[in-house]
């Protein structure tokens, strides 16, 4: 732990880059999965949605404390690395790509296994109730699962698990606000989503070609640098934009 904590006071702000990413990476996750889990509750009474989302928080908050603990052993696994990568690979280019009308993230309770099996013995409420702890810890192995991959330092993987839990009722929300008055930083934050997936997959040749120049590269300072500056300006550059359009339109 020492030496984590000690790789973040050299580098404080390469560590402050990497939980910038971490708090655009698990607010856009837990947009998704607010999205599944309102639309798992659409069918119960009014009365009852709210009390089975409320649940759904607690278990959330539960699983992903559970997967800290096994965030050490996860970190020591030189794939997940590219494996991370190939997922968030996969959640760019699910937003990229065309869909046809009226897809989205709907969820068909009857189809699951344990919604029917816990229907007819609890009822609608505690059948979807159970659905939903499934579905979270589904999120919370994906939520920590790309985490984990993004960076070794336990500090930091800690710290962002902890964001995601929050991401889950505050900075997703104002997430939400922020791309309502700005939409292209939904675009921007998926494409920094599929630059830091390249970059996971890219840890491949690192691992089976240590010595190569392009390894050599990824692995330094000058690289890391270069992808936070890369990140940051993905946003900044259309907010400025945006901005001086502003200025220019109150002139």
């Not at 937003?95 to 029917?116: C, H, I, S, T």
């Amino acid at each position: 732990m020492n030496s984590h904590l000690q790789q973040i006071l050299d580098n404080p702000l390469a560590a402050l880059a990497i939980v910038g990413n971490l708090i655009i990476i698990e607010s856009l996750l837990s947009v998704d999965n607010a999205a599944v889990l309102a639309t798992m509750v659409g069918d119960l009474p009014k009365e009852q949605r709210q009390k089975a989302l409320r649940y759904g928080i607690i278990g959330a908050y539960v699983f992903r404390g559970i997967c800290i603990l096994f965030a050490s052993y996860l970190v020591e696994i030189w794939f997940l690395k590219p494996l991370g990568g190939l997922y968030l690979l996969y959640l760019a280019f699910d937003y990229f790509r065309p869909k046809a009308r009226g897809e989205g993230e709907d969820v068909d309770k009857q189809q699951n296994w344990l919604y029917r099996r816990t229907l007819g013995a609890f009822g609608q409420f505690w059948a979807t109730v159970a659905l939903i702890e499934l579905m979270d810890l589904a999120f919370s192995i994906d939520n920590v699962f790309a985490v984990v991959a993004f960076t070794d330092n336990l500090i930091l993987i800690c710290t962002g698990v902890f964001i995601g839990i929050l991401a889950m009722r505050l900075v997703a929300q104002a997430f939400v606000l922020l791309m309502g008055r700005y939409p292209f930083l939904e675009t921007a934050a998926f494409i920094v989503i599929g630059i830091l997936g390249l970059k996971l997959l890219l840890s491949l040749l690192e691992h089976f070609l240590p010595r190569h120049p392009v390894s050599q590269f990824l692995g330094s300072e000058t690289a890391e640098a270069g992808l936070t500056i890369l990140t940051v300006a993905i946003f900044a550059v259309p907010l400025l934009m945006a901005w001086l359009r502003r200025r220019v339109v109150k002139r």
